[in-house]
């Protein structure tokens, strides 16, 4: 089963942008589905972004134009490079990979505070 650790988090203002990364081990992250998701305090888990194996993205339309997910499977890596942040982006973010047949490993988050 993949083991992922995400990093990258901190405090920024509003506007500003950060690149959160989610390094992969013991298993290569090339065959899964990668997702970003995030948990805002007093709130549900959401999806934020996903990228399959291929390369497809998907976004939640709330950072649609603003972030972008990447994954680079030479490093056992994925990426999401947030851009234009607000306070409403305060959560933990948290990587997941997921394949039919090997299910689903998370990371333990990293939080991410957008101060006005």
């Known amino acids: 089963q993949v083991q992922l650790v995400e990093s990258g988090g901190g405090l920024v203002q509003s506007g500003g942008s950060l690149r959160l990364s989610c390094a992969a081990s013991k298993s290569s992250i090339s065959i899964y589905v990668m997702h970003w998701y995030r948990q805002a305090p007093g709130k549900q888990r959401e999806l934020v972004a996903a990228?399959?194996?291929?390369?497809?993205?998907n976004y939640a339309d709330f950072v649609k134009g603003r972030f972008t997910i990447s994954r680079d499977n030479a490093k056992n890596t994925v990426y999401l490079q947030m851009n234009n942040l607000k306070p409403e982006d305060t959560a933990v973010y948290y990587c997941?990979?997921?394949?039919?047949?090997?299910?689903?490993?998370w990371g333990q988050g990293t939080q991410v505070t957008v101060s006005s």
């Open positions: 990228i399959t194996s291929g390369g497809g993205t």
């Open positions: 997941k990979s997921f394949r039919v047949g090997l299910g689903a490993s």
